[in-house]
């Protein structure tokens, strides 16, 4: 969607099955950034759904980050991480320019593509001249084995190189679950998970988490009902300056 609508949807499951993220990307069609869990992979692999996988280069780079902490080939992880940080550099340029989402694309595939060009050769070459448990190796295969998807996002300006904005919009549920451990009940999961979606949203477009909920409990009776209604309501359609004056 536009950058201004974006959003943070919490969802709350009793498992992590494959039939789960099937069911939430139901009728959807485009591209999803997504980390290596299986259950993505399982959808994109299903021919009856139109959703193609971007993966994120941050987990690539931590695969081999973590094999120069444990292994003595730390030269050929050094290498690659190297590497992975000159397209991150790229990365950091475009943002600094404030280029187009043309502008970007074009920049990556004459800068960008050499680089991942040279890394898939390097990959093809060392893949077999290490053990595939070894740290390096399993850096190497993990690599291989999300290639396609880790460079998807040269093909369009509009993608990310990694999805870190997601990864910090876990965080803070994450570091409340270690505080209030688990949840009273379901119902009670399915709330929390509304709330959090709510407040993320507010953060993302810098909205007063308080001011707003104040202002939403006391709309909401008077809501038609309708999703043109409800949706006048979320974090990014709010009046800024009727959500002020309503907390004056």
């Known amino acids: ?101 043309q502008q970007i694309h074009e920049q990556r595939q004459k800068k960008s593509k050499p680089i991942l060009t040279k890394i898939k050769k390097w990959l093809n070459e060392h893949v077999n001249q290490v053990p595939p448990k070894h740290p390096i190796g399993v850096a190497i295969n993990y690599t291989l084995k999300f290639w396609d998807n880790l460079i998807r996002y040269i093909d369009d300006g509009r993608f990310e190189i990694d999805n870190n904005r997601t990864e910090r919009g876990i965080k803070p549920f994450v570091i409340g679950r270690k505080n209030w451990l688990f949840h009273d009940s379901v119902n009670g999961a399915e709330a929390g998970a509304i709330i959090y979606s709510l407040i993320e949203t507010c953060k993302a477009h810098n909205v007063n988490a308080y001011l707003y909920l104040k202002y939403v409990l006391h709309e909401l009776p008077n809501c038609d009902k309708s999703e043109k209604a409800y949706q006048s309501l979320l974090p990014f359609n709010v009046d800024h300056d009727k959500l002020w004056e309503f907390n004056r």
């Open 1 to 101: 969607g536009k950058e201004k609508e974006r959003c943070y949807i919490y969802q709350y499951n009793s498992s992590r099955g494959h039939e789960i993220p099937k069911e939430f990307w139901l009728g959807f069609k485009g591209y999803l950034h997504t980390d290596g869990f299986s259950g993505y992979q399982t959808l994109f692999k299903n021919e009856t759904i139109s959703i193609q996988g971007i993966h994120c280069w941050a987990h690539a780079r931590r695969k081999f980050i973590e094999a120069a902490k444990q292994s003595k080939k730390a030269t050929l992880a050094n290498w690659a991480v190297k590497q992975i940080a000159e397209l991150y550099k790229l990365e950091k340029h475009f943002k600094s320019q404030f280029y187009t989402v």
